[in-house]
C-alpha cells in the first residue's frame, strides 16, 4: 500500500520559477526521502530527511518535514528546463528499512 | 562506482508465458529490493533482501512470482505465468545496511503483457 501521497499530481511552471512538492504520509516514519525520475528511467535519491530533523538543503533543494502534520515539503528553486520529471517521497518506519514510495506529483518545466 | 545493473531492458511477452529478470547490485550493498511499478503510480516493493536472506515479501504473488538471490550478490526475479496485470517497469534498488542511506536503483525493465 502506499505510504504517502504528493499534492500537486501535476504541476506546470515557467523556467526559473520556483516549484514546492508536498507529501503527506500516515505513520510514524525514521526518515523520509525525495526521488526523481525521468521518463522511462529508474528512480534518482535526491535528498533523505531524518524525523528529528526539520528543514535540510541540498543545493537548489530544500526539504521541510513536520512530523505533527505527518508531512514534507519539496522545493526546487530556479527551476530548469532538466528539473521537468516526476518527484516521489518516500518513507521508512523504525526497525524497518523498506522503502514506501509515495504517488508522484509530475513537474513539467516550461521553457 | 557502478551503479544498479538490470537485464533485459525491455520486454514483450504473451499472457501465460514466463519471463525472467536479473539485477546486480553496487558491490557492497547488502540489502536489495524489488520493486513494481505500474504506469502512473509509485513503485511498490514486492520483496527485499538482505543478503541473501528474504527480509520482506509480504507483497509478491507468491503464486506466480518467485526471486532469488545468491550468494548474496545478483538477484533474479521470476513470473510465471504471466498475466495481463503484470504489464509494468520492474525496478531493482540496492543499499547498505541501515536506516539513514538512499536507494540506488537500476534503469528498470519494462514488462508488457500481451
Known amino acids: 500500500s502506499q505510504q504517502g501521497e504528493e499534492d500537486p499530481q501535476a504541476l506546470s511552471i515557467q523556467e526559473g520559477e520556483n516549484a514546492t512538492m508536498n507529501c503527506s504520509y500516515k505513520?510514524?516514519?525514521?526518515?523520509l526521502q525525495w526521488y526523481r525520475q525521468n521518463s522511462g528511467r529508474g528512480l534518482v535519491h535526491l535528498i533523505l530527511?531524518?524525523?528529528?530533523?526539520r528543514e535540510k538543503h541540498s543545493g537548489r533543494l530544500r526539504v521541510t518535514l513536520d512530523t505533527s502534520k505527518k508531512s514534507s515539503s519539496l522545493l526546487i528553486t530556479a527551476s530548469r528546463a532538466a528539473d521537468t520529471a516526476s518527484y516521489f517521497c518516500?518513507?521508512?518506519?523504525?526497525?524497518?528499512?523498506?522503502?514506501?514510495f509515495g504517488t508522484g506529483t509530475r513537474l513539467t518545466i516550461i521553457p | 562506482e557502478a551503479g544498479v545493473a538490470q537485464s533485459p531492458r525491455y520486454k514483450i511477452i504473451e499472457k501465460r508465458q514466463s519471463v525472467a529478470f536479473w539485477c546486480n547490485p553496487i558491490?557492497?550493498?547488502?540489502?536489495l529490493y524489488w520493486y513494481q511499478q505500474i504506469l502512473g503510480q509509485g513503485p511498490k516493493l514486492l520483496i527485499q533482501?538482505?543478503?541473501?536472506?528474504?527480509?520482506?515479501d509480504s507483497q509478491l504473488p507468491k503464486d506466480r512470482f518467485s526471486a532469488e538471490r545468491l550468494k548474496g550478490v545478483d538477484s533474479t526475479l521470476k513470473i510465471q505465468p504471466a498475466k495481463l496485470e503484470d504489464s509494468a517497469v520492474y525496478l531493482c534498488?540496492?543499499?547498505?545496511?541501515?536506516?539513514?542511506?538512499?536507494?540506488?536503483f537500476g534503469s528498470g525493465t519494462r514488462l508488457t503483457v500481451v
Open positions: 534498488a540496492s543499499s547498505l545496511v541501515g536506516l539513514h542511506y538512499g536507494y540506488t
Open positions: 505513520t510514524s516514519i525514521n526518515n
Open positions: 530527511i531524518r524525523s528529528n530533523e
Open positions: 518516500a518513507t521508512t518506519n523504525f526497525g524497518n528499512e523498506k522503502l514506501t
Open positions: 558491490s557492497g550493498h547488502a540489502t
Open positions: 533482501f538482505q543478503n541473501n536472506g528474504v527480509v520482506d
